[in-house]
C-alpha cells in the first residue's frame, strides 16, 4: 500500500503538469490562429488578380500594360510597408502594427470594390499592398516569439498555410464571383482579427525590451497558465539575453552590416531572393494566362487544381518542420522547384516547335504542380520561420524592414516583368527561373543553418559564435 499511494503521489504532480502543459498551449494556438488571420490577408491579396484577370481588363477596358500595374503596385505598396514595419512593429508593439495593417487592408478593398477605372482600382492595391508589408513581417515575428521553441516552428509555419489558405481560397471563389464580390470577402477576415487581437497578449519579448515589466510577465503567465517554473525559466532566458544588449541601441540600416550581423543578413536577404526570384508571384498572379497560353481551352479546373494542392502540402510542411528540420525541407523544396519549372520550360518550347502538341498543357500543368508543391513545403514557409529566429531583437526592427523590402522587390520584380518575358519566350522565361531554383539548392546546403529544437538566445549565440 505504501508503494502504491507513492507512485500514485508521483503521478498527480506529473498528470497536472501535463493538464498545465495543454491549457497553455491552447491559449498559444488560439493567439497563434488570430496573428495568422493577417497571413490569410495576405494570400488573398496575391490570388486576387489571378482570377479576375479577363473580367476586370474587360469591365474597366485595361490594356495588358494597365492590368499589368494593377497587379504589381501590390508589391510597391508592400515595399514601402516593408520599409516601416520594422519600426512600426518596435514602436507600436506587435499587436499594434497587426491593427495598422488591417486598417490599410479593409480600407484598399473598399476602393477596388468601388472603382470605375484604373486610378482608384490601383490606388486601392496599393493600400492592400502596405498592408500585407507589415503583415509579412510582423505575423511571423510575433508567431516567433510568443511559441514554446518545440512547436515554434510547426506555428510559424501556419504563416505560410494561411496564405496558401487565403490566396487558394481566393483563386477558388474568383472563379464563381464576380470581382467586386470577391474584393469585398477580403474585408471578412481582417475584421475578425481585430476583433481577436483585443482578446490576446502581446509579445512578452517586446514588452521585456520596452520595459513594460508587469505586463512581460503577465504576457508570460497567459503563455504558460499555471506553470511557475516555465513562467520563471523563460523570464530569466528572456531577461538575461536583453541585458547582453542593453548597451546596444536599436540598429539602423547601416548598422546591419557591421561583421557580427552579417551572417544573419546573408541568410536572411539570401533566402528572400531565391524564394521570389524563382518566379512565383509570376506563376501565381497570371495562372490564367499561363494554362491558356499552354493550350487549355478552359483554364478553371488548371486554376483550382493549382490552388487546391498547395493547401494540403503547406499543411504537412507545419508538421515536419519541427520534426525533420529547416534544411531537409528547404533543399527537399528547392530541388523541387528547380524540376517543375524545367518540366515547364521544356514543354513550352515542346510548343514552340510543334512536337507532341496534345502532350503539351497536361506536361505544363505537371510542372507547375510540381513546382507550387514543392514551393510550399519548404521554400514558401519555411524562410519566414527562419527569419523569425535568426535575428538579434535588438535589430530585428532595421532586419525584417530590409529582408522585407528585399521580399517585395522581388515580387514586384517578378510580377511586372512577368507578361514581358511570356511575350518574349515562355520556354526561357522558365529555365530562368529553373536556373534560379538550383542556384538555391547551393545556398541553402552551404549558408542556412539548422535551428530545429532551439530557443531564439541559442540560436543567436550558435550565429555568432
Not at 522565361?429 to 530545429?452: H, R
Request: proline residues 3%; glycine residues 10%.
Amino acid at each position: 500500500m505504501g508503494l502504491e499511494n507513492g507512485e500514485s503521489s508521483m503521478k498527480e504532480p506529473l498528470l497536472l503538469h501535463h493538464a498545465k502543459k495543454k491549457r497553455s498551449l491552447k491559449v498559444v494556438f488560439l493567439t497563434t490562429f488570430v496573428a495568422v488571420l493577417g497571413s490569410y490577408v495576405f494570400g488573398s491579396c496575391m490570388g486576387y488578380s489571378a482570377p479576375v484577370q479577363s473580367a476586370i481588363t474587360k469591365d474597366l477596358h485595361l490594356s495588358i500594360a494597365e492590368f499589368s500595374v494593377f497587379g504589381s503596385i501590390l508589391n510597391v505598396g508592400a515595399m514601402i510597408g516593408a520599409i516601416t514595419s520594422g519600426r512600426i512593429a518596435d514602436f507600436m508593439g506587435r499587436k499594434g502594427a497587426m491593427r495598422i495593417s488591417s486598417g490599410f487592408s479593409i480600407t484598399g478593398w473598399i476602393a477596388i470594390y468601388f472603382s470605375k477605372g484604373a486610378l482608384l482600382l490601383d490606388i486601392g492595391r496599393f493600400l492592400c499592398g502596405y498592408g500585407i508589408g507589415i503583415f509579412a513581417y510582423v505575423v511571423p515575428i510575433y508567431v516567433g516569439e510568443i511559441a514554446p521553441k518545440d512547436v515554434r516552428g510547426g506555428l510559424a509555419a501556419l504563416n505560410q498555410l494561411m496564405i496558401v489558405i487565403g490566396a487558394s481560397t481566393t483563386f477558388v471563389v474568383g472563379t464563381a464571383l464576380e470581382w467586386r464580390l470577391l474584393a469585398l470577402t477580403g474585408i471578412i477576415p481582417c475584421l475578425i482579427q481585430l476583433l481577436g487581437l483585443n482578446f490576446i497578449c502581446e509579445s512578452p519579448r517586446w514588452l521585456a525590451k520596452v520595459g513594460y515589466e508587469k505586463e512581460f510577465y503577465n504576457a508570460l503567465k497567459r503563455l504558460h497558465g499555471d506553470d511557475e517554473d516555465a513562467v520563471t525559466h523563460e523570464a530569466n532566458e528572456i531577461q538575461d539575453y536583453l541585458q547582453t544588449l542593453e548597451h546596444q541601441s536599436n540598429a539602423t540600416m547601416l548598422d546591419l552590416f557591421q561583421t557580427k550581423y552579417m551572417h544573419s543578413i546573408i541568410i536572411g536577404v539570401g533566402l528572400m531572393m531565391f524564394q521570389q526570384f524563382g518566379g512565383i508571384n509570376g506563376v501565381a498572379f497570371y495562372a490564367n494566362q499561363i494554362f491558356t497560353s499552354a493550350g487549355f481551352s478552359s483554364s478553371k479546373i488548371a486554376i483550382i487544381a493549382f490552388a487546391s494542392i498547395q493547401i494540403p502540402i503547406t499543411a504537412v510542411s507545419a508538421f515536419l518542420v519541427d520534426n525533420c528540420g529547416r534544411k531537409p525541407l528547404l533543399l527537399a523544396s528547392s530541388t523541387g522547384t528547380f524540376l517543375g519549372c524545367f518540366i515547364a520550360a521544356i514543354s513550352f518550347l515542346m510548343k514552340e516547335h510543334n512536337l507532341l502538341q496534345q502532350w503539351v498543357p497536361l506536361l505544363v500543368l505537371s510542372g507547375l504542380l510540381i513546382f507550387v508543391g514543392s514551393f510550399a513545403i519548404g521554400m514558401g514557409a519555411v524562410p519566414w520561420v527562419l527569419l523569425s529566429e535568426i535575428f538579434p531583437i535588438n535589430v530585428k526592427g532595421a532586419a525584417g524592414s530590409l529582408v522585407n523590402l528585399e521580399h517585395w522587390f522581388g515580387a514586384w520584380a517578378v510580377s511586372y516583368t512577368f507578361n514581358f518575358l511570356m511575350d518574349w519566350s515562355p520556354s526561357g522565361t522558365f529555365l530562368v527561373y529553373s536556373g534560379v531554383c538550383a542556384a538555391s539548392i547551393i545556398f541553402v546546403n552551404k549558408v542556412v543553418p539548422e535551428t530545429k529544437g532551439r530557443t531564439l538566445e541559442e540560436i543567436q549565440a550558435s550565429i555568432n559564435s
